[in-house]
């Protein structure tokens, strides 16, 4: 009997030490120790917005939002001031490039004349730009050639979800536009839903989502539940949404509408890297995709992320979750301030930093520098 009390006792002391290491091991993925991969991304300053914009009245204070590349310049939204800026990639040198500073309002015509209210997001296709004109629930199309500013889907002033025709179709607050193919996909934020646009006939139908149901279910087009989606991206076959309120990375596969969660758990805000469901976002609201990799503002945390498609695996490339502020450094030494909108050019990362009024430059570094 003391032998078999003994064996018993050495099997309940075993059992214990088993989960101490198993929970150690578990907490060990919230740990965010600083890997080489990690420090290879050199943070520095290209623009830094004042009140030394041409055209911009003195003592304004500038908000930067969303980024798009065309040529050797980033358009940039200000959707606190109501315009779009015009940044040299050479030099970072500044320009206000339409709207009028703290203005908002709706007008189309010339750029210099134009009005927006609340522009978020903005995408190109080599010849125009498309702005999501949050406050005016459109998307408006400017001729980079031209200067040209017109009203490409949605009704001025005029909230909603209803699907059709130009003139007939509505968005709701939308912040995030992407490009794939003949269409455009729209992030209709406060409509809960991922809209798709034809660029040619300017129709608009759902692509996944229920106008006004916010939720965070997966599921197959109208099934599928969002919150607050912000951010799109696309690639060959999908498009990945920062679903901001949620939290997470979504991917909706473009052929039948299919939503499925990458990474992030829904209504747990937080700062872990991991894989999938381990992972957690802050209000991420900008994502850009690069082959088998994402690239995500996580503007609450004020940091940069980084998912492997494949495998759903998160890192943080730049920037700490546990202070905001402004610094160039390498990796999570650099510091951000609600970093909102990122664009990527070659091997380089631009990223809106809002509060900072400053526009960061992202370099991968070999590893032994």
Request: glycine share 12%.
């Given at each position: 009997m003391k ?14 030490l088993l989960?101490?290491v198993a929970?150690?091991?578990g ?5 965010k ?9 050199q943070?520095?300053?290209?623009a830094?917005l004042?009140?030394?914009v ?8 500038f908000?930067p939002t969303?980024?798009t590349?065309?040529?050797k310049?980033i358009?940039?939204t200000d ?7 015009k ?5 970072g040198?500044?320009?206000?490039y ?12 010339l750029?210099k ?9 903005i995408?190109?296709d080599g010849k125009?730009l498309?702005?999501a ?5 459109v ?11 017109s009203?490409?889907?949605g009704?001025p002033?005029v909230?909603g979800?209803?699907n ?7 968005l709701?607050h939308p912040?995030?536009?992407a490009?794939?193919?003949a269409?455009l ?7 809960a839903t991922i ?7 300017r ?8 106008a006004?149901?916010a939720?965070r279910d ?10 607050t ?7 060959e076959?999908n498009?990945?949404i920062?679903?901001?309120?949620n939290?997470?990375?979504?991917k909706?596969i473009i052929?039948n ?11 747990h805000p937080?700062s872990?890297?991991?894989?999938g469901?381990?992972a957690?976002f802050n ?5 850009i995709?690069d082959?088998d990799?994402?690239?995500i503002?996580?503007t609450a945390?004020?940091t940069?992320r ?6 759903g695996?998160?890192?943080t ?7 905001n502020g402004?610094?160039d450094d390498?990796?999570e030494?650099a510091l951000?301030n609600t970093?909102?909108?990122i664009?990527m050019a070659g091997t380089?990362?631009?990223v ?5 009024h400053?526009i960061?430059l992202?370099?991968m570094r070999?590893l032994?520098?």
């Amino acid at each position: 009997m003391k032998i078999r009390a003994r064996s018993t006792k050495f099997k309940a002391a075993f059992f214990v030490l088993l989960m101490v290491v198993a929970i150690n091991q578990g907490c060990d993925k919230f740990k965010k120790g600083k890997s080489e991969s990690d420090r290879a991304f050199q943070v520095s300053t290209l623009a830094r917005l004042n009140s030394a914009v041409p055209g911009v009245r003195e003592g304004s204070v500038f908000y930067p939002t969303g980024l798009t590349i065309v040529d050797k310049y980033i358009y940039v939204t200000d959707s606190y001031n109501h315009v779009i800026y015009k940044v040299s990639l050479d030099t970072g040198a500044a320009v206000l490039y339409g709207g009028s500073p703290g203005v908002s309002g709706f007008s189309n015509g010339l750029i210099k004349s134009a009005l927006f209210y609340r522009p978020f997001g903005i995408c190109n296709d080599g010849k125009n730009l498309y702005v999501a004109d949050s406050g005016n629930n459109v998307v408006r199309k400017i001729v980079l050639l031209t200067g040209e500013v017109s009203t490409f889907i949605g009704n001025p002033g005029v909230s909603g979800g209803l699907n059709g025709e130009p003139g007939t179709a509505l968005l709701n607050h939308p912040q995030g536009v992407a490009i794939h193919g003949a269409n455009l996909y729209i992030a209709d934020t406060s409509g809960a839903t991922i809209r798709k646009a034809d660029m040619i006939t300017r129709d608009v139908k759902n692509a996944a989502g229920l106008a006004g149901v916010a939720g965070r279910d997966d599921g197959s087009g109208k099934m599928a539940r969002f919150n607050t989606p912000r951010g799109v991206a696309a690639d060959e076959k999908n498009l990945y949404i920062a679903d901001s309120i949620n939290g997470a990375i979504r991917k909706v596969i473009i052929e039948n509408g299919e939503v499925s969660t990458l990474a992030g758990v829904p209504f747990h805000p937080g700062s872990t890297d991991g894989k999938g469901s381990w992972a957690a976002f802050n209000n991420p609201s900008s994502v850009i995709v690069d082959g088998d990799i994402l690239y995500i503002a996580d503007t609450a945390n004020s940091t940069i992320r980084k998912l492997i498609i494949s495998t759903g695996q998160v890192t943080t490339i730049a920037g700490n979750p546990i202070e905001n502020g402004y610094k160039d450094d390498i990796g999570e030494d650099a510091l951000f301030n609600t970093p909102s909108g990122i664009v990527m050019a070659g091997t380089r990362l631009y990223v809106a930093d809002t509060a900072n009024h400053a526009i960061r430059l992202l370099e991968m570094r070999p590893l032994n520098q």
